[in-house]
């Protein structure tokens, strides 16, 4: 599956757009995760703790977004975005979203050179 920031993709016409996909997760560190991340940020720097939680986080959203443009007979999806948000004081939301589409190569799109 072709994932893309970007309203389209180089080479790629967009034959079909099957709509808006999207992965969530809401999580939260266990106590013992809590303590140590708050002990850490006593004395600054990152907080390896909660940066390894929320790249789990955004790549488990993302594959939930796949998944769901997979069903949705989509072969890529353009326009993909993160969002977040807290929920109470220990929970975090991760939400990976974008549109759906089938794309197809482009004929107009320059082609390699060959020898």
């Known amino acids: 599956m072709i994932v893309s920031t970007a309203p389209f993709i180089a080479g790629q016409r967009v034959a079909e757009t099957k709509g808006q996909t999207f992965g969530l997760v809401v999580r939260s560190r266990g106590l013992g995760g809590n303590i140590a991340?708050?002990?850490?940020?006593?004395?600054?720097?990152?907080?390896?703790?909660?940066t390894q939680l929320l790249e789990d986080t955004r790549r488990q959203a993302l594959d939930r977004?796949?998944?769901?443009a997979t069903v949705m007979g989509a072969n890529a999806v353009i326009s993909m975005r993160f969002d977040s948000s807290e929920l109470g004081n220990?929970?975090?939301e991760i939400v990976a979203y974008g549109t759906a589409v089938v794309v197809a190569p482009?004929?107009?799109a320059p082609q390699p050179a060959t020898e």
Do not use: K
Not at 37 to 50: D, F, K, Q, T, W
């Open 106 to 108: 482009d004929s107009a």
């Open 90 to 92: 220990t929970m975090t």
């Open 37 to 50: 991340a708050s002990l850490r940020s006593l004395v600054g720097g990152e907080i390896h703790e909660y």
């Open 65 to 68: 977004m796949i998944q769901n």
